[in-house]
């Protein structure tokens, strides 16, 4: 078989492999399981809200906060706290969907939620001037710093 000719076969056969499995509901491509009452995804994405109502929605999908966090588990969360800058410059990882997740974990029956990152910037003002800091206390977590 003479190059050109291979490549143009492949080029077909993957096409029509890609036609095939976009036209239909396969097994084997899957992304959803059923409950009595409800559809439970492998992968949520939601856009245009704010974060923690995003959250809440992408965690029902998901099948809710239970299915992650068991009664009296130790939970560390990792955003990014990277930066000593204030929320609005988008940053660090937004403090309410930090919250809302420190929030759910709590509610879900965990120990502890601790929360921590490696700055780049002196931890301590990271931590407060992101506002992620207040975000987690205000909810039961508790900030560890991720460096010293």
């Not at 001037?129 to 207040?134: L, T």
């Amino acid at each position: 078989m003479k190059r050109r000719d291979f490549l143009k076969k492949s080029s077909q056969l993957g096409l029509a492999a890609t036609a095939y499995l976009s036209l239909g509901n396969f097994p084997f491509v899957k992304t959803q399981s059923k409950t009595k009452d409800q559809v439970i995804y492998d992968l949520a994405a939601i856009k245009g809200g704010e974060p923690d109502v995003m959250f809440k929605q992408a965690i029902e999908a998901l099948g809710g906060i239970k299915n992650f966090v068991k009664p009296n588990q130790n939970v560390v969360v990792k955003p990014n706290i990277g930066w000593d800058t204030a929320p609005e410059r988008a940053a660090n990882t937004n403090p309410k969907l930090v919250g809302e997740i420190v929030k759910q974990c709590i509610n879900a029956g965990a120990k502890n939620v601790y929360v921590f990152d490696h700055t780049c910037n002196e931890w301590t003002r990271c931590y407060k001037n992101s506002g992620i800091e207040k975000a987690v206390t205000d909810n039961g977590g508790k900030m560890i710093p991720g460096n010293k």
